[in-house]
């Protein structure tokens, strides 16, 4: 497994912009497909998007297409997630996660989670 600390919350107007930050460290983590999910408050921990170890593959919920990028740089130990015209529905806490194989929106195949970094979009 690695382990992973993402970075880049806060509160930002909507409309604005906020980049996401997942730093691994542990095993090769260009070896592992990455994933983005979200948890509102009260509710079930969301898939956004995910991306495969060499980045040529991508994938991304309907509800952030066209507005969040999601990216990784193998020689950083780094992935992001850049969110472009944020809502106030995109408030949550978001999680980054890593799997060995490319998992796309299947929670229970990342077995490698950070602990989370909050966004708040004030309308």
């Known amino acids: 497994q690695v382990q992973l600390v993402e970075s880049g919350g806060g509160l930002v107007q909507a409309g604005g912009s906020l980049r996401l930050s997942c730093a691994a460290s542990?095993?090769?983590?260009?070896?592992?497909?990455v994933g983005w999910f979200r948890q509102a408050p009260g509710k079930e921990r969301d898939f956004v998007a995910a991306i495969g170890w060499s980045g040529d593959t991508t994938y991304y919920a309907d509800s952030v297409k066209g507005r969040f990028t999601i990216s990784r740089d193998n020689a950083k130990n780094t992935a992001y997630l850049q969110m472009n015209s944020l809502k106030p529905e995109d408030t949550a806490v978001y999680y980054c996660a890593a799997a060995p194989v490319y998992s796309g929106s299947d929670p229970r195949k990342y077995n490698s989670w950070g602990k989370g970094t909050q966004v708040t979009i004030s309308s």
């Open positions: 542990g095993r090769t983590f260009s070896r592992y497909a």
